[in-house]
């Protein structure tokens, strides 16, 4: 079955950087559309962007354009996703979830568990 | 950016009834329309995709229609189990964007 583990919970001080990861198993990693999304506490979702891990192709929302790094290594079907510069309005859960799409209308059917970043010092 | 203005922000509903919950995009979206549920903690869990097909599944009580700009989701009978947030995503053009949710809750 589809799984997407991420990697845990990350405590970082603010003008650092972190990766989180999100692994897939159970389908052809290449074959779909990652994305990115962000949890604040108490707010809404953010869309952040995609990467197709069979290509590399990446698409950001302009607004963590330079704050998100989409990355994948298809060897360990693992998609990557860098935070830089980080201050405490990124303090969020961020979630990864694949994409599955029929026609021109997509949807997104398996979500990982989603990662907690908490920026402090 | 398509705005997906979501309504109620909050809801209190009986076991057995049945509610709604509307989102709006502020441009055609074409039925590229889902609905999610999440439990606190837990990751969104998808109901609804295409605006009206059920994901696989979820119960039946569930259901989501609209086309254009207006869409809603209905629960026929809620039940215990359906306590969480709800919210909508159109994924019709980039950005992707997220309606603002409902918590939905048991009277």
């Known amino acids: 079955q589809v799984q997407l583990q991420q990697s845990g919970t990350e405590l970082v001080k603010p003008a650092s950087s972190v990766k989180i990861s999100c692994k897939a198993s159970g389908y052809t990693f290449t074959s779909n559309y990652m994305h990115w999304i962000r949890q604040q506490p108490g707010n809404g979702l953010e869309w952040i962007g995609w990467i197709y891990p069979g290509n590399g192709n990446t698409k950001y929302n302009q607004k963590f354009d330079g704050k998100a790094t989409l990355t994948a290594d298809k060897s360990s079907s693992t998609a990557y996703m860098q935070l830089s510069s980080l201050t405490s309005e990124d303090s969020a859960v961020y979630f990864c979830?694949?994409?599955?799409?029929?026609?021109?209308?997509?949807?997104?059917?398996?979500w990982g568990q989603g990662t907690l970043v908490t920026v402090s010092s | 950016d398509i705005q997906m203005t979501q309504s109620p922000a909050s809801l209190s509903a009986s076991l057995g009834e049945t509610i709604s919950i509307e989102c709006r995009a502020s441009e055609d979206i074409y039925s590229n329309l889902a609905w999610y549920q999440q439990k606190s903690g837990k990751s969104p869990q998808l109901l609804i995709y295409?605006?009206?097909r059920l994901q696989d599944g979820v119960p039946s009580r569930f259901s989501g229609s609209g086309s254009g700009t207006q869409y809603s989701l209905k629960i026929s009978g809620m039940q215990p189990e359906d306590e969480g947030d709800y919210f909508c995503?159109?994924?019709?053009?980039?950005?992707?964007?997220f309606g603002s949710g409902t918590k939905l809750e048991i009277k």
């Open positions: 979830a694949r994409e599955d799409y029929s026609g021109d209308v997509d949807w997104f059917a398996y």
């Open positions: 295409a605006a009206n």
């Open positions: 995503l159109q994924g019709s053009k980039f950005p992707l964007t």
